[in-house]
């Protein structure tokens, strides 16, 4: 589907997993959630309800206006009154995926969703985003900040000079992979992410990368410029689900 890797946990759970400990691991990853509803399903019981709510939840961290969570009709039922955190599935616009233009309204929804964003209570000190290309610096593994938060150094000509420039995770990232405080206390959380990160910049190398650059406003009062991209995103996600699917790891609060 146009790039996007869909995840069924019929087809990508793997035998031995714990289904009720991974499916909410990949709700709150995944940059889209489908709520397929049916004549039959919307009449279901149990851990499918609380699948929705958990979607609700995740919705409600993302940005306001964002699109996470699509309700998609397959057939004619009524959409069923599921809330949490004051959210109604009911509330969001739905589609009817029986119709002739409802793969179309499908895609275009998908293709709305902004692709990186500010991780949620960043927005004060974190400025609009604006599209770049940039280049990875091939000195990035000699900085402090790669030493101490994994954070790629980027070839950028921005607007504030003479501060040099940031490759970082956006809020579409765990925060085991983006969280300062989590990084600078667990060296294991720092270890994954630059081994994927060097794997990333392996694949990038002498390539323009899309991105987003914002100016961040530090406590101090000086303003610095960071980039996210959603290829950067993207590649340290799939490194930690297939690290979850491994049991390589423990699960970070």
Sequence with gaps: ??????????????????????????????DIIVACFSSRSVIKKGYVQKEYRLALDTYSERPPGSIFLIPLKLDECEIPYIEAFSVNIRDLHWIDYSKEDGLSRLLASIETSPCVYHPTDTEQYRGPLSDCTFYINVSYRKTNRWKTLGDVLVEYRHPIRGHSVYLIPSGRVPPRLRHTKVLRSDDTALREKQKATISFVKEWENREIQGKWF???????????????????????????????GRRISRHP
């Design 1 to 30: 589907m146009r790039g996007f890797r869909a995840w069924l946990d019929e087809e990508d759970l793997l035998a031995g997993q714990h289904w009720r400990t991974e499916i909410p691991k990949v709700i709150q990853q995944s």
């Design 215 to 245: 100016i961040v406003e530090r406590k101090t009062g000086l303003e610095v410029v960071d980039l996210y991209s959603a290829a950067y995103d993207s590649h340290l996600i799939a490194n930690l689900t297939m690290q979850f699917k």
